[in-house]
Nanobody
Framework: QVQLVESGGGLVQAGGSLRLSCVVS????????LGWFRQAPGKEREFVGT???????TYATSVKGRFAISRDNAKNTVYLQMYSLKPEDTAVYYC??????????????????WGQGTQVTVSS
């Protein structure tokens, strides 16, 4: 059973930075993709970005150029570095595990396992 544990959320002022971490355990393969999603109150869960096992990244238009995803396979950890944060980035952020090799998954339904989420609040 794959388990994901996020950390690093918090309160930050607009224009600030924050780094989220997602530790992956229980995977029998390293060729997985790890995605980040977010969900604001009253809104649907939204794709933020994803990284595959070759470190290829894909980002939503709303965060491109401000967010960066990286992974440290030795630590089984994926990071979401967020810069130039805006109040509209406020949401619960989730990491998600896609075991399917060779695709870029941007829809929540394509991910098999999810973390518990971590709150990010950006004040204006």
């Amino acid at each position: 059973q794959v388990q994901l544990v996020e950390s690093g959320g918090g309160l930050v002022q607009a224009g600030g930075s924050l780094r989220l971490s997602c530790v992956v355990s229980g995977s029998t393969t390293s060729t997985y993709s790890l995605g980040w999603f977010r969900q604001a109150p009253g809104k649907e869960r939204e794709f933020v970005g994803t990284i595959n096992w070759t470190n290829k990244t894909t980002y939503a238009t709303s965060v491109k150029g401000r967010f960066a995803i990286s992974r440290d396979n030795a630590k089984n950890t994926v990071y979401l570095q967020m810069y130039s944060l805006k109040p509209e980035d406020t949401a619960v952020y989730y990491c998600a595990f896609d075991p399917q090799y060779g695709r870029v998954a941007v829809h929540a339904a394509e991910y098999a396992y999810w973390g518990q989420g971590t709150q990010v609040t950006v004040s204006s």
